[in-house]
C-alpha cells in the first residue's frame, strides 16, 4: 500500500492550492481542497491513479476501439458500437453545460489525464498493447453514456433475431405479458459469436438491476431517516464503483463514483443521502426506415485499426430517426431491411450537471429538482433528507408514448404516429414521483411503476416480476424500528417467495403423476421450501436442477437452442412454467416431469447443496483473455442468492457448477441520524493495479455483509484516514 501511495504524483501540479488526500486501510481517498476546481482536479487524479487501466478501456470499448487491442475479431463489434455512437450528443451537451459544469469538468479532466500521461503504467496497457492518450471531454460523456446503455438493447436484438419465424407473435405477446426477463446474452445469441459477444459487451454496463430502500424517522431506531442502496452489474473486478469522500466550499459528500466519471452515483451529503436501482424504461425505439428516401439518410465511413493487421473501412448512416443498427453484422435484420434506432442518450441530455447539483443539495426538494434534464440510463432515484423526508424521483427523458405496440418492437419510420412521440420527450418533472409514503418505507427493486405509481405514461416492457421488491417491503415491514444493520442484513438476503410458490407448483404435479411421484428421496429434500437460496441450501439445489431439465422440454418445437434466451428467463417462468405445463398432453407431461426427474436425480446426488454448484468468481476482467485468461482468477466462492433475490446472484438453466457474472457487487448503507454513520463495500476492492493489497481485500467484507465506514465530520475522517498525502501546486 505504501509503494502505490508513494506512486501517486504530488508534486508539480495544475492546482491552486495544497489539496490533502487522506486514505484508510483499504485506499479508499478523502480529498479535502480550498477551491471546488481543485477538489475537482484531486478527484481526477485518484480516478487516474487507481483506475487508470479501467478508464482507458471504458474508453476503447465506447469509442469502437475493441479492434486495436483484439485485433480482426473485433472489428464486426467496433463497427456496431461506432453505429451506435455513444459520443454523438456530446458537442451539443458541452455546449449547454453552465459555467461551474465547465470549470469542474475541465479540472477532473486535467487531473485524471496527469494520472493517464504521467504515472506509472497498468501492465494491461502492455498485454493490450495500449499506449497513453489524453482523455477528452468527449470521451468522458461517451463513457458516461455507455454506462447509460439501455437495457432493453439486448431484449431488442434477441427479438430482432426471431422475426419471421412462425413462433414470433406468441413470442412477443409473452414477452409483453411476461414483462421481458432475459437469460445470458450468449444463450439467445445462438450461433454467432460475435452477437454474442457485442451482448456481453452491452450487458456488462446495462444489465444492471440494483435495490435501493429508503426508511422514515418513524420507523428508524435512531430516529433520523434511513438509506440503502446495492447496485447489480457485472462482478469482474475491479469493480465498476470506487468509493471516494471530498470537501471543498461547495461539495461536502462521501459516496461511489464511475471511474473516469466527476459525479458521485449513490451516496451522502450531510443533509441527503440518495442510491438508485435502474427503471428499465423503453428510452428508445426501433424504426424500419428501409422506405425512406436516399436524401434521409447521411453516410460516412469510419476507420477501424486493428491490432497487427491492416485498417479496415465501414460505412456509418444515419438518419432522422437515429443511427441504421443493422448496417452493422452484429445486429441481425432481415434482408434489404434497414432499421435505424432512437435513443434518449442520443438527446442532449445533462447527467453531469444534475448529479452535480443531486450532490450538493442540502435537502429533498433540491435533491428531486435537480434531476429535470436527467436522461440516461433512466433511474429511480431514492433519497432521504436530514429532516425525516424520504421521495422518489423517476429521472429519465423517454417518448411521450401512448402505448407499445402489439405486434413487435420495430414501428413504421413512416408513420407519423409511431414518430411523433420523440417530438415530446419527457422528463424528471412530467414522470411519477413519490414522497413521505404513511407505511414509512419505499423500496425500488426495477418494478414496474404501475405498481406504486397512480396512473403512470407508458414507461416500458422490461421489469423485474415484482419478487424482489416485495421481498424487500416485507423485510422493511417486519420490525417496527429499523437499524443501519437492518439494512446491512436486507441487502443479504436470499430469499424469493415466488420460487418457493413455482417449486410447491411443481410438486403437486409430481405428486399428481400415475403411480406417485419418481425420484422420492430427491423430491423430499425440495418439500417445505421457503425459497431461500443460502449457499448450504439442498432444497435450492434440487429446485434449480428439476427447473434446468423440465424448461427446455417446454419450449416449442425449434426454440430449444440459441433462441431461447428470452423464454428461460425468470419473468417467464414465474409467468408460465406451470401453465405450459398443463397445457401439454397428459402423455407429453408425464413424460417431461419423470424426465426431468430422472436426469436431474444424478446431479442431486452428486451435489448435495447450492452453493456446491453456485459459485463465485474474483476475477480481473482480463479471465477472457486466451491462453493466460487462468491466472487473473483470484478466487472461487460458494455464495447464496440467485436471479431476484435480495442478495442477486443471477444465473440460467442449471445443470451442474456455474459461475455467477452478474448481481449485487457494491453496498451503501446511511443513517442520516449520524453524518459518520455511512459504509461502502464493494466487491474487489478501491484499486484497479493488479498485486495491489487493495485490489481485492474487501472480498471478504462483501461476503461476510460487513462495510467499511466513511464519514463526513473531520475529526473523524482525520482519525480513520490517518495516511495523508499532500498534493502540491506548480
Known sequence: MDRRLADLPRAGLDLRRPVTVRWNDHLVPWIEAETDADLAFA????????????????????????????????????????????????????????????????????????????????????????????????????????AGTDINWLAYFSLLAERGNPGFTRLWRRTLEAGAGLADPAEHAGADPKRAALGSILAGVSRSGSNAVAVAPSRSASGGA???????????????????????????????????????????????????????????????????????????????????????????????????????????????????????GHEPTDEITALLRAVRAPDAEAFRESFARFGVSPQNMLYADRAGTIGRVTAAVLPGRAGFPADGPVLDGNDPAATAPWDRLRDARDLPRLENPPEGVIASANENPNTWAEDPPPIGWFFSDGDRVERLRQLLLAKPKLTPADMAALQMDTRA??????????LARFDALPGGPPEPAMLARLRGWDGDYAENSEAALVFELLLGKL?????????????????????FLTTFALRDLDALPPERREAALRAAAAEAAPLAARYRTWGEVHRLRAAHWLVNAPVVGRRFVFGTYPVGGSRETPMKTGHGLVSGPHEVSFGSMARFVSDLAD?????????????????????????PLWREGRGIRVPLRPATVAAEFPRATVLSPR
Open 551 to 571: 424448461v427446455p422440454a417446454l419450449l416449442p418445437e425449434g426454440r430449444s437452442g440459441g433462441g431461447r434466451g428470452a423464454e428461460t428467463g425468470w419473468n
Open 43 to 146: 478527484l481526477g487524479l485518484v480516478h487516474g491513479h487507481l483506475r487508470g487501466a479501467q478508464v482507458s478501456l471504458l474508453r476503447m470499448v465506447a469509442r469502437g476501439r475493441l479492434s486495436e487491442m483484439a485485433g480482426p475479431f473485433a472489428r464486426d463489434i467496433d463497427h456496431a458500437l461506432r453505429v451506435l455512437d455513444f459520443g454523438r450528443a456530446a458537442p451539443a451537451i458541452e455546449a449547454a453545460w453552465p459555467a461551474e459544469t465547465q470549470e469542474f469538468v475541465h479540472a477532473f479532466l486535467a487531473g485524471l489525464n496527469h494520472a493517464l500521461l504521467r504515472g506509472r503504467r497498468p501492465p494491461e496497457f502492455g498485454l493490450l498493447g495500449l499506449s497513453p492518450e489524453p482523455f477528452t471531454v468527449a470521451d468522458m460523456l461517451a463513457v458516461g453514456r455507455l
Open 226 to 344: 434511513l438509506l440503502a442502496s446495492d447496485p447489480h452489474l457485472g462482478l469482474s473486478l475491479p469493480n465498476l464503483w470506487l468509493v471516494a469522500g471530498m470537501r471543498s466550499p461547495s461539495f461536502h459528500a462521501v459516496g461511489m463514483m464511475v471511474p473516469g466519471l466527476p459525479i458521485i452515483g449513490l451516496g451522502r451529503n450531510p443533509g441527503v443521502a440518495w442510491g438508485g436501482t435502474n427503471l428499465r424504461a423503453a428510452s428508445s425505439d426501433l424504426f424500419d426506415v428501409s422506405r425512406l428516401p436516399p436524401s434521409a439518410f447521411a453516410e460516412s465511413e469510419t476507420v477501424i485499426r486493428q491490432r497487427l493487421w491492416f485498417r479496415a473501412r465501414r460505412k456509418v448512416r444515419t438518419t432522422t430517426l437515429g443511427p441504421v443498427v443493422t448496417d452493422a453484422p452484429p445486429v441481425p435484420s432481415r434482408n434489404g431491411e434497414a432499421l435505424a434506432l432512437r435513443w434518449a
Open 497 to 506: 417467495p415466488k420460487a418457493a410458490a413455482l417449486a410447491a407448483g411443481l
Open 675 to 699: 453524518p459518520d454513520a455511512n459504509w461502502f463495500t464493494l466487491f474487489g476492492g478501491q484499486d484497479g493495479w493488479l498485486g495491489s493489497a487493495a485490489f481485492a481485500d474487501q472480498v
